[in-house]
């Protein structure tokens, strides 16, 4: 049983009532035992007085975005709930809410790059909330809304119930444009609960679904597509290409999913990253999974350039 405190990040652009869902969370039983990191864009956090009465175990992170130059503040406010988790018990879950106009990858990038939090928070939701009024034009001018959408496995939807609110068809095909593979929640919907998903359970490394429609380019910059791959894959090999890929092209590369049939197994495997950072691969236990297949998210890079960069790649190690 992992035994880390579940992280839930969540993200959305400015308005988009990230606070509000969590502030309502928080205030229920199931939530009343959450820790949280609260990020402010500017000097004075808001937010944070908001959710503050309902939870003592708050970090606050003013003056600036967890996606410049605070992740030192991250990691220091994590290990401090992690501290408070362990020594006086009652945290089951950190949520961490980012700035409206934060890109959420350095947040993840800062959990697998500290060995200290690796060891003791795991990643269990990234989850992107998207205002629907706002947003298909958020998403279309908004590269930090588009970014925000990517990462996320998760998406929510908010202010539905309002006569300014885009049709849900057009919103959703937005959100399709930038996450097929991604679950996408109405937050005014009668059977939605908080708790569902932001109750810690979830594993962000869930395996992708193998009948991802391709996407195309969303504002010329946000693509998302899945690469076959044939037969058993050469584990050793394949993750050194992956590395290699990641280091070179991981600022463009949002999301890498796939499932992968291995020579060094017999049951599938699936693996997941984020940009620059890879999460342990999952065996997937049950039947041999189907084809391998790998799933992008990315800007700037397209399916035409992995498949040449994977054959180029497969030459040189088999020479």
């Known amino acids: 049983m992992d035994e880390r405190l579940p992280l839930i990040v969540v993200t959305g652009f400015l308005g988009s009532g990230k606070t509000t869902l969590i502030r309502r969370f928080v205030e229920t039983p199931e939530g009343a035992d959450s820790g949280l990191v609260v990020n402010e864009f500017g000097e004075a956090g808001v937010d944070h007085r908001l959710l503050v009465h309902a939870r003592e175990a708050v970090e606050l992170i003013d003056g600036g975005c967890l996606c410049c130059a605070r992740r030192a503040d991250v990691a220091k406010a994590l290990h401090e709930l ?25 947040v993840i990038a800062t959990l697998a790059r500290d060995p200290w939090l690796k060891a003791h928070v795991r990643l269990a939701s990234v989850v992107a909330v998207v205002d629907a009024v706002a947003g298909v034009r958020n998403l279309e001018r908004r590269a930090e809304a588009r970014r925000q959408v990517a990462i996320a496995d998760t998406v929510l939807l908010t202010k539905g119930d309002l006569r300014a609110a885009e049709p849900r068809a057009a919103l959703e095909a937005a959100l399709r444009d930038i996450t097929p593979d991604a679950r996408i ?12 998903v932001l109750g810690g359970a979830e ?27 044939e037969g058993r894959v050469d584990w050793p090999a394949f993750t050194l290409w992956l590395s290699a890929l990641l280091h070179a092209h991981g600022d463009r590369i949002l999301r890498v999913k796939g499932l992968l049939r291995t020579t060094s197994s017999d049951q ?3 693996i997941h990253g984020v940009q620059h950072v890879m999460h342990p691969p ?12 790998l799933v992008f998210i990315a800007a700037g890079i397209r399916k035409p350039d992995i498949e040449r960069s994977l054959a180029r790649a497969f030459r040189l190690l088999a020479a």
């Open 268 to 270: 599938p495997l699936a």
């Open 185 to 196: 929640l109405d937050t005014q919907n009668e059977d939605f609960r908080a708790r569902d």
């Open 82 to 106: 992690v501290r408070l988790a362990k020594t006086k018990g009652g945290l089951r879950r950190a949520i961490l809410e980012t700035s409206g106009l934060a890109d959420p990858a350095p």
């Open 203 to 229: 594993s962000f490394a869930a395996p992708p679904s193998p009948f991802l429609a391709e996407a195309p380019a969303h504002a010329a910059d946000v693509a998302a597509f899945t690469v076959p791959m």
């Open 282 to 293: 999952t065996h997937i236990s049950g039947g041999d999974g189907g084809p391998s297949f």
